[in-house]
């Protein structure tokens, strides 16, 4: 698979600017947006597919191309729904296929089903699927959502990381989040 990309983003955040606020002890209103920039940093290294976990944390649509038709695994679980699955024919003409399964994380060709031969081209085939833990940040796994909170935490902390423009994540955090990452 390749040209992964995100389609439709999280309708909600993975976390909020007050819990923040209670972990980081700060009742300044006036930090509600340096805030909210921290929340969308540990969000944006954390989440999708170039974050640390490899996974989508709030409900996501995403796409990804292949040059033509086999078995494969759809990344950035969980709660992994295939939205469409759609191909260029021979003739170079865009068709849906639904004559596949997926099984866990894995998309396979169904029972008395053949995959249909496509046009040469690297986008002959475009999977699309929703992936996540659900809608709402509740959903997410609590030590996902500690692990975000030590990493802003942290870099509330440290604003003036020397040499950087945010401090590196700490172990802490690191150690945290390590048990969610997607085995690929």
């Known amino acids: 698979m390749h040209n992964i990309r995100r389609v439709i983003g999280p309708s909600a955040s993975a976390l909020t600017i007050q819990e923040l606020k209670v972990h980081t002890r700060s009742d300044a209103e006036d930090d509600d947006g340096y805030l909210a920039g921290l929340i969308k940093a540990a969000v944006d290294y ?3 597919y170039s974050g640390v976990l490899g996974r989508a944390l709030i409900t996501q649509t995403w796409s990804a ?4 038709f086999r078995p494969f695994k759809i990344p950035l679980g969980p709660n992994i729904a295939i939205t469409a699955i759609n191909y260029y024919d021979t003739d170079n003409m ?3 296929f639904t004559g596949y399964e997926l099984q866990e994380d ?5 029972h008395n089903e053949s995959w249909p031969d496509t046009y040469p081209r690297a986008d002959a085939v475009t999977v699309t699927w929703t992936c996540g833990f659900g809608d709402s940040w509740n959903d997410i796994p609590e030590s996902i959502r500690l692990g975000m909170m030590h990493l ?3 870099w509330y902390e440290q604003r003036e990381a020397a040499g950087t423009s945010m401090a590196p994540a700490p172990m802490t955090a690191l150690k945290i989040l390590a048990p969610h990452r997607a085995v690929v």
Not at 65 to 68: F, K, L, R
Not at 106 to 110: N, R
């Open 46 to 48: 954390v989440d999708g």
């Open 65 to 68: 191309d292949m040059d033509a």
């Open 94 to 96: 865009q068709q849906p």
């Open 106 to 110: 894995c998309v396979q060709l169904a």
């Open 152 to 154: 802003v935490a942290h």
